[in-house]
C-alpha cells in the first residue's frame, strides 16, 4: 500500500516485466561455458595463466550479465522502467513523447532524449511470420486483418516484440495526463556492472604488459 501522506510515491500494484528468453538463455550459456573454461584455466594453468584466466573473468562475466541476462523493461501505471546493460531509466508516462519501433525498439522523451528497449529485441524473422499471417487472415477473409494494431484482436497476427511495444504505447497513452505519472526522467549508471569490467580491464592490461 502507498502512502496516504504521498499516494505518488510508490505504486501499489505489480509492473509488467518485458524481458528476451532468448537473449537470457543465450547467456546463461555462455557464463557457463566461460565459467568453466576459465576456473579450468585458472587450476590447472602455468605462470601467469591463472591470473590472466581470473583477469579475464573479472572482465568477461559483467558484460555477458549486462548485454544478456540484465535487460529489462518494467511498466506501470505510474512510469516505465527500463534496465539497459549499463544504465538504469525511470521514466514517468508524462515525460515519454513516444515508443516506436525499426530495427530496434525505442523510447523518446519529451525532450528528445532516446533510449533503447535492450529487453525487447527486434525480430526480422518474427515480423517476416507475422506478416505471412496476416496476409493468410486476409486472404481466408478474417475481418480483423485489417484493423489497426492497437486493437487486441490483431495481437495475434503481429510478432512477439511488437506485442509487447503496442502494449507499452497504449499505456503510455491511456496514463500520459494521469496524476501519480507526472515527472521528470532519472537516469542511473550501473556501476555494478561498470566497476567489475573496469578493474578486470585494468588488470588484464598490467599482465599482458609485463608478459
Same mark, same amino acid.
Given at each position: ?20 528468453? *532468448? ?20 587450476? +590447472? ?55 516506436? &519501433? ?24 518474427? +515480423? ?9 487472415? *486476409? ?8 484493423? &489497426? ?48 569490467? *573496469?578493474?578486470? *580491464? ?10
Amino acid at each position: 500500500m502507498s502512502d496516504p501522506q504521498n499516494p505518488v510515491a510508490e505504486p501499489a500494484y505489480q509492473d509488467r516485466t518485458f524481458r528476451s528468453p *532468448a537473449g537470457i538463455a543465450g547467456g546463461v550459456l555462455l557464463l557457463a561455458l566461460g565459467t568453466w573454461l576459465g576456473v579450468d584455466a585458472a587450476i +590447472r594453468g602455468e605462470g601467469r595463466t591463472p591470473w590472466l584466466a581470473l583477469a579475464g573473468l573479472l572482465l568477461a562475466v559483467p558484460l555477458v550479465v549486462a548485454y544478456t541476462v540484465r535487460p529489462c523493461v518494467y511498466a506501470n501505471d505510474d512510469r516505465l522502467r527500463i534496465r539497459n546493460p549499463f544504465r538504469s531509466i525511470t521514466l514517468p508516462w508524462a515525460s515519454v513523447a513516444t515508443l516506436r &519501433s525499426g530495427y530496434s525498439n525505442e523510447v523518446l522523451t519529451n525532450d528528445g532524449t532516446k533510449f533503447q528497449l535492450w529487453a525487447i529485441p527486434v525480430s526480422l524473422r518474427g +515480423r517476416k511470420k507475422a506478416a505471412r499471417r496476416q496476409s493468410q487472415a *486476409a486472404a481466408a477473409g478474417d475481418p480483423t486483418s485489417g484493423k &489497426s494494431f492497437l486493437d487486441p484482436t490483431t495481437r495475434a497476427t503481429r510478432s512477439t516484440g511488437d506485442q509487447s511495444m503496442d502494449s507499452l504505447r497504449e499505456l503510455a497513452e491511456r496514463q500520459a495526463d494521469a496524476e501519480s505519472a507526472q515527472g521528470e526522467p532519472v537516469v542511473r549508471w550501473a556501476y555494478e556492472i561498470l566497476a567489475p569490467c *573496469a578493474a578486470g *580491464a585494468v588488470l588484464l592490461v598490467v599482465l599482458l604488459a609485463v608478459t
